[in-house]
C-alpha cells in the first residue's frame, strides 16, 4: 500500500507571497491532519479533516488555511507569507470514522524556505 | 492544556549498550499515546501506540511502556541504524483529531 506523498517536496518563496501544499492519504483512509515542525517549536498542530469537514484547528492565524477533497486528498494554503513561515509541514492520515484513537501516518513532508 | 515533556534531549550510546528515554505528560483524559521516529529531513515513522496504563508493546529492539503519568521507550543492544529522533506525541480525549508532541529526544549509536 502506498504511504502519504506530499508535493511539492521542496519550495522557496518570498514574503508576502502565498503558497499551496497538497498531500494525498492513504488509500481507504479519510482523516487529514497537517502540522508545523519548527527547530524551536517542534511539532505543532494545524487542522484536521474529514470527509471534507474540519473537525479540529490548531492555534494558527488565519493566514494558514485547509480544505479537503471528496476523493481525501488535501490542501493547505498559507497566505501572505512571513519568514517564521519557513518550516517542514507534515501531512497526515489516519483511517477517521467514530473511533478518533486512529494512529496517525505521516508524509515526508514539504520544505518551506521563506526569503 | 496538554503537555508532554521528552528526557533526555539528546542521547549518545555505544552499540550494544542499552537505555530508556521518559515521556511524561499531562493529559485531560489520554485517549492515546504514540511513538515515532523521525530520521533527518523526513516525515515521523510510526512506531507504537499505547492506549492505557500496564501496556506494553516490542518491535525489534523497542520496547513501549505505559504508566499513568509516563511512559518509557527501552532500546535494548541498540545498533548505529536506531540513531534518530524519537518522538512521543499524546491524542487527549477532550481534544479528538489533534497529537500533541514532546519535543524529541535525538538518540546517536556509535559502532
Known amino acids: 500500500k502506498a504511504g502519504v506523498t506530499q508535493t511539492p517536496r521542496y519550495l522557496i518563496k518570498t514574503r508576502g507571497q502565498q503558497v499551496t501544499l497538497s498531500c494525498s492519504p492513504i488509500s481507504g483512509h479519510r482523516s487529514v491532519s497537517w502540522y508545523q515542525q519548527t527547530p524551536g517549536q517542534g511539532l505543532q498542530f494545524l487542522f484536521e479533516y474529514f470527509s471534507e469537514t474540519q473537525r479540529n484547528k490548531g492555534n494558527f492565524p488565519g493566514r494558514f488555511s485547509g480544505r479537503q477533497f471528496s476523493n481525501s486528498r488535501s490542501e493547505m494554503n498559507v497566505s501572505t507569507l512571513e519568514l517564521g513561515d519557513s518550516a517542514l509541514y507534515l501531512c497526515?492520515?489516519?483511517?477517521?470514522?467514530?473511533?478518533?484513537?486512529?494512529?496517525?501516518?505521516f508524509g515526508p513532508g514539504t520544505r518551506l524556505t521563506v526569503l | 492544556e496538554d503537555q508532554v515533556t521528552q528526557s533526555p534531549e539528546a542521547l549518545r550510546l555505544q552499540e550494544g549498550e542499552s537505555s530508556s528515554l521518559n515521556c511524561s505528560y499531562t493529559?485531560?483524559?489520554?485517549?492515546?499515546l504514540f511513538w515515532y521516529r523521525q530520521d533527518p529531513g523526513k516525515g515521523p515513522e510510526f512506531l507504537f501506540t499505547l492506549y492505557s496504563a500496564g501496556e506494553e508493546k516490542e518491535k525489534e529492539r523497542l520496547k513501549a511502556t505505559l504508566t499513568k503519568k509516563e511512559s518509557f521507550l527501552h532500546i535494548t543492544a541498540p545498533k548505529p541504524e536506531d540513531s534518530a529522533t524519537y518522538l512521543c506525541a499524546v491524542q487527549a480525549s477532550s481534544n479528538d483529531y489533534k497529537l500533541s508532541f514532546g519535543a524529541g529526544t535525538t538518540v546517536t549509536v556509535r559502532a
Open positions: 497526515a492520515s489516519s483511517p477517521g470514522g467514530a473511533d478518533p484513537s486512529h494512529t496517525q501516518y
Open positions: 493529559v485531560s483524559g489520554l485517549r492515546g
